[in-house]
């Protein structure tokens, strides 16, 4: 990309892209991918040294046989984590899975770990969880990191100001035995939002906003770094959530410089660094910052005050809209697949989609399915209750999320709202478990993906926030979440 004219200071509504003045500065990503660079192969990729591997039960059965077919051992066992979590059932987690093809795929891992002599959390462990969440919650994902897993949505770790993107099958392989992988170094981006979020907006709000204005491709062949007032501002859980969706734009990845914030939320934690090698740490992280110099390969401002709760409307998580807003008008470009997302959807170009009637509420996943997303659903459900024809899953993300919601009073406030919690796991994120939706119905999700099909064959999935999302799950309707705080 040629220089650009450097801007000082800009919040822009409409995205400009620009690249500062050459400076002689890192980059947080370069620092990070740098220290971990074991050589680079002439015209082909880095051969790059993995800190964290993490394993869940679909992506990895043919990886360890490969393992078996060459007569190799996991080469840094101590390194790598498995959990299931995308076939889990959500209920009776302690009898049997009843679907053969999900109970395979689970009794595999565990036998695979034992076989390898890796760490595995099976269901009603009080480690287990969905990976993305158990990751940063036991403080095995640290700023500094290279985290991988057979899974699009590693970029979740990457709020811990961490190097985290998901690999295929084959590279999963590749760690296990070497624990590198191999890679080409993708290009660079900061995206930052400045000024200060509205009432009723979160982290959820942002990406859906990004990937409205950057579409599912905007940031392809990029690593994204995600900077500014309102990023600073984020808890980690909403920094867990803006990363996670790094993927929906088409980024290799997504992360955040590590601060106070993330310190904070580190220490203590099961796998987090003790006594003075906490304090060797945190000076190594606080180095761990792109240098005012820096030269990314590209940079985009958003302006907070453009952004007001949102929802999606088609099948991709770019298709998006501010929740008071009507759907565009066909465009001329694309016009087929905007169609057919439309068809699929049952809407029409121009029309609101407030007071759409819900038939499915989903709180949970990798998105939305930690202790700070069930307190924000709890907020608005309190003293009101769930409409009568609205089916609602609230999922916990993992054992200690659970334990949360029951030490904070919050399962109390859903119990009288009339809602269940269920056991943790993937659930209606995707259509691997029990947890589907069926063809037809709408579902307010706090999920990542609005596919077709994503939620069970012909559901019809609507992307939001856990305030819209309680919002929808009371009044039985899509509603401004503003409405009722």
């Not at 979590?85 to 302690?94: A, C, G, L, R």
Request: include cysteine; charge should be neutral; aromatic fraction near 8%.
């Amino acid at each position: 990309m040629k220089n650009m004219e450097k801007k000082e200071n800009q919040v822009v509504s409409t995205p400009i892209p620009y690249r500062e003045g050459q400076g002689g500065g890192s980059t947080l990503f370069d620092k990070i991918w740098d220290k971990h660079v074991v050589q680079v192969v002439d015209d082909g990729p880095t051969q790059l040294y993995i800190d964290r591997l993490y394993c869940h039960e679909v992506t990895t059965p043919q990886a360890f046989e490969g393992l078996r077919a060459r007569g190799l051992k996991c080469f840094r066992p101590k390194q790598v984590f498995c959990m299931p979590d995308h076939n889990t059932p959500t209920h009776d987690q302690d009898k049997p899975i009843e679907d053969p093809v999900s109970k395979k795929q689970v009794d595999m891992l565990a036998k695979n770990a034992a076989e390898f002599g890796l760490t595995h959390y099976g269901m009603m462990d009080k480690n287990n969880g969905i990976i993305h969440v158990v990751g940063p919650e036991k403080g095995l994902s640290l700023p500094g990191m290279t985290i991988v897993c057979g899974d699009s949505h590693t970029s979740t770790h990457g709020a811990m100001g961490a190097i985290a993107f998901g690999i295929g099958t084959s590279e999963v392989e590749m760690v296990l035995a070497s624990q590198c992988v191999l890679q080409q170094k993708p290009k660079s981006m900061r995206i930052s939002i400045n000024g200060k979020l509205g009432k009723g907006v979160t982290a959820k709000d942002v990406a859906l906003y990004l990937m409205s204005q950057l579409t599912t491709s905007g940031a392809t062949g990029y690593f994204v770094e995600y900077a500014g007032e309102v990023v600073e501002n984020l808890s980690m859980e909403g920094r867990l959530t803006l990363c996670n969706l790094s993927i929906e734009m088409g980024a290799r990845g997504g992360f955040i410089a590590p601060d106070d914030t993330t310190f904070d939320y580190i220490k203590g934690r099961p796998y987090a660094p003790k006594g003075d090698e906490w304090e060797k740490a945190v000076a190594y992280w606080r180095t761990l910052k792109s240098d005012d110099d820096a030269v990314f390969d590209k940079e985009i401002c958003f302006d907070a005050a453009d952004i007001e709760p949102r929802i999606t409307y088609g099948t991709n998580p770019g298709m998006g809209i501010g929740i008071r807003e009507s759907l565009p008008p066909t465009p001329s470009k694309g016009r087929g697949s905007y169609e057919k997302a439309l068809q699929y959807m049952g809407f029409k170009p121009g029309q609101k989609l407030l007071g759409t009637k819900v038939d499915y509420v989903f709180l949970g996943a990798c998105t939305n399915g930690r202790i700070e997303d069930f307190r924000a659903f709890a907020s608005l459900v309190k003293g009101r209750k769930k409409a009568a024809d609205v089916v609602a899953w609230l999922v916990p993300g993992s054992w200690t999320v659970d334990k949360q919601i029951r030490e904070e009073g919050i399962d109390k406030i859903l119990h009288e709202a009339g809602f269940e919690i269920r056991q943790p796991g993937c659930s209606a994120c995707l259509a691997m478990n029990d947890d589907k939706v069926p063809a037809g119905k709408y579902c307010v999700s706090t999920s990542n993906r609005n596919f077709e099909g994503r939620q069970g064959p012909g559901a019809r999935t609507i992307l939001a926030s856990p305030l819209t999302a309680a919002a929808a799950a009371v009044t039985g309707v899509i509603t401004d979440p503003r409405e009722l705080m």
